[in-house]
């Protein structure tokens, strides 16, 4: 089995592999290149004072990363396109994996020759999905790497989507998720193309769900509160935290302003808060209040959303098992 497994799918993993190539051709040198001018221009000192007293009030930090940004900031529009590998696995790899067996009617003499479906079944699922993990493991640590710089210098916080979905331990488990919903769906529907189709409409669905509904709401969000006066910029978005939801309460408690904060010199004077925020009927009392997950909770959500594919991967492979029983 594991020869005929071999033979029948080797030209995609030879696709994969120079696949893998090229993205290390793009991924390597411009990720050399922008880790030397990140440190020819003082940014990891300016990293490590975030937080305490550092760029946010220092010139020479914004300047250095303004200019590394001007440099490099278009290569993540390259990334983007990282974003879609893990379902181009599953469309190409997972979703004819049974589906263009019956199509093409050579199930019948696979089935016939000693093998039982369930043999046949786990050694091809067994052998894809080894090399899936392989190839997955292998992307997204490289474009974790590759990302770290524009990370850093962008001071964006790593749950934005853009950030989150391609880097770290979470392709794994898209990948994987991606090729056992395409055989789950080549079992349903054997011809390639509604299975590719199927796949595709599944993956981005529970993509766009998870990443909405569940993924703010993996562990209790924290809540912050800050004096309006004095407050010179809001302090959850400069410790690059996942800010849910932001806004001003008066001193009752009720959300008066919504999706945002009012921030005001010390020495603001006149009526109202100290002459803040009047025009929008804040009160004396009132203060800013944040919703957030802090920063340093990016890997345990990376490991829990990277679960949940994993998870749902192995409940479909089982059901995919089964399904291949009752084909014809």
């Keep these: 089995m594991i020869w005929l497994v071999w033979r029948q799918h080797r030209k995609q993993a030879l696709f994969a592999l120079a696949a893998l190539a090229a993205l290390?051709?793009?991924?390597?040198?411009?990720?050399?290149?922008?880790?030397?001018?990140?440190?020819?221009?003082?940014?990891?000192?300016?990293?490590r004072t975030l937080g305490k007293a550092g760029p946010a009030n220092n010139e020479t930090c914004l300047t250095a990363f303004q200019q590394f940004n001007d440099e490099y900031q278009g290569f993540l529009l390259v990334g983007i396109l990282f974003l879609v590998l893990p379902l181009l696995v599953g469309l190409f790899w997972g979703a004819p994996?049974?589906?263009?067996?019956?199509?093409?009617?050579?199930?019948?003499?696979?089935?016939?020759?000693?093998?039982?479906?369930?043999?046949?079944?786990?050694?091809?699922?067994?052998?894809?999905?080894?090399?899936?993990?392989?190839?997955?493991?292998?992307?997204?640590?490289?474009?974790?790497?590759?990302?770290?710089?524009?990370?850093?210098?962008?001071?964006?916080?790593?749950?934005?989507?853009?950030?989150?979905?391609?880097?770290?331990?979470?392709?794994?488990?898209?990948?994987?998720?991606?090729?056992?919903?395409?055989?789950?769906?080549?079992?349903?529907?054997?011809?390639?193309?509604?299975?590719?189709?199927?796949?595709?409409?599944?993956?981005?669905?529970?993509?766009?769900?998870l990443a909405t509904l569940a993924r703010p709401r993996y562990l209790p969000a924290e809540t912050l509160t800050f004096p309006i006066q004095g407050t010179a910029v809001a302090p959850r978005e400069t410790a690059s935290d996942w800010v849910l939801a932001s806004g001003v309460r008066n001193a009752s408690g009720e959300l008066v302003v919504r999706g945002g904060s009012i921030e005001c010199p010390p020495n603001a004077t006149g009526p109202g808060a100290a002459g803040c925020g009047t025009g929008l009927g804040v009160e004396p009392g009132a203060y800013n209040w944040q919703l957030y997950q802090p920063a340093d909770?990016?890997?345990?959500?990376?490991?829990?959303?990277?679960?949940?594919?994993?998870?749902?991967?192995?409940?479909?492979?089982?059901?995919?098992v089964r399904r291949i029983r009752r084909i014809a």
């Design 24 to 47: 290390a051709a793009l991924v390597v040198p411009t990720g050399l290149t922008m880790r030397g001018a990140f440190a020819d221009l003082g940014l990891p000192d300016c990293v």
């Design 297 to 320: 909770r990016f890997w345990l959500f990376q490991g829990i959303e990277t679960g949940i594919f994993v998870a749902l991967a192995v409940l479909l492979v089982y059901l995919a």
């Design 97 to 209: 994996l049974v589906a263009r067996e019956v199509e093409h009617g050579t199930h019948r003499l696979v089935w016939t020759q000693g093998v039982s479906r369930r043999q046949w079944a786990l050694a091809k699922f067994g052998l894809v999905g080894a090399a899936t993990l392989v190839i997955a493991v292998g992307y997204g640590l490289g474009i974790g790497w590759w990302l770290g710089p524009l990370n850093s210098a962008g001071q964006r916080n790593r749950f934005d989507p853009l950030f989150f979905d391609m880097q770290g331990a979470v392709p794994v488990g898209y990948t994987l998720f991606a090729v056992a919903l395409g055989i789950l769906v080549g079992t349903v529907w054997p011809r390639v193309l509604p299975a590719m189709a199927g796949t595709l409409v599944g993956f981005l669905g529970l993509r766009v769900v």
